[in-house]
């Protein structure tokens, strides 16, 4: 079977590429600019490149594109400069979700097909979690305000709780919540947990983007990750974080 990517050129996409190739999986990554990756994942024979924006494939595109993957991969994120943060696509995450989502139910998969969204520590799972506190709320509510990316991971959170659910027969999915994320060169150990330790505000911890990587091709590939976090939103640190 094969693991879609999308996102798949950004800092923790190209990590989740190259850790699923190292893992003998075959990947297709949708790519707007196949260039911005390196060339030695490009020119790998497990690698498939679907030379595309996603938010412009048609219906029948998609479903070719997510025909015969066994999980969908999503690093899809708002790159943080001024266009990225405040032009479009407003709902990159959220609309994407939901397209492949559809496309996955057109479909119509004899397994369930595996959905990994990464998103962020930021985003409370409103379906266990208590409220935050009055102080984070009002930041947030001016974070949610001014800064559209944040809005955009809430609601696509917020849309596979509610469109997604138990049961559903054609997919499930786990959204995985780094801290703030930061660079590291090699995979450590890293804590996994089902709710934030640490305020996202007022006392952030840190994650590595290739810590991020390595669990989500966990979850994408090993049946007993799977199992444990589907269905949750796992925060991930760093070692010193947690």
């Known amino acids: 079977m094969t693991i879609l990517v999308v996102g798949a050129t950004g800092a923790t996409g190209q990590r989740l590429v190259s850790q699923l190739l190292e893992r003998n999986e075959r ?32 219906e029948a595109a998609l479903q070719r594109t997510v025909a015969g993957c066994s999980a969908i991969a999503s690093c899809l994120g708002h790159r943080m400069n001024f266009k990225g943060i405040y032009g479009p696509p407003r709902r990159l995450v959220t609309d994407a979700t939901r397209r492949l989502c559809h496309a996955v139910q057109a479909s119509a998969p004899q397994q369930p097909i595996r959905f990994v969204l990464m998103n962020t520590a930021a985003v409370r799972d409103r379906a ?21 990316p944040h809005a955009d991971n809430e609601d696509a959170a917020a849309w596979l709780h509610a469109n997604i659910t138990q049961g559903h027969g054609m997919i499930e999915w786990a959204i995985v919540r780094p801290d703030s994320l930061i660079e590291e060169d090699d995979v450590t150990d890293y804590r996994i947990h089902p709710s934030p330790v640490r305020s996202p505000l007022f006392d952030a911890g840190k994650t590595s983007r290739i810590n991020v990587a390595r669990f989500m091709a966990e979850l ?10 589907r269905w949750n939103m796992p925060v991930i640190y760093n070692p010193g974080f947690s």
Request: aromatic share 6%; hydrophobic share 50%.
């Open 27 to 58: 990947v297709r990554a949708v790519v707007r600019a196949p260039e911005s990756l390196p060339a030695a994942l490009r020119g790998h024979s497990s690698l498939e490149l679907v030379h595309a924006s996603l938010l412009d494939l048609d």
């Open 220 to 229: 994408a590939t090993q049946d007993d990750a799977w199992q444990a976090w």
């Open 128 to 148: 266990r979690e208590k409220p935050f506190s009055l102080a984070e709320r009002g930041l947030f509510g001016v974070i949610r305000a001014l800064l559209p």
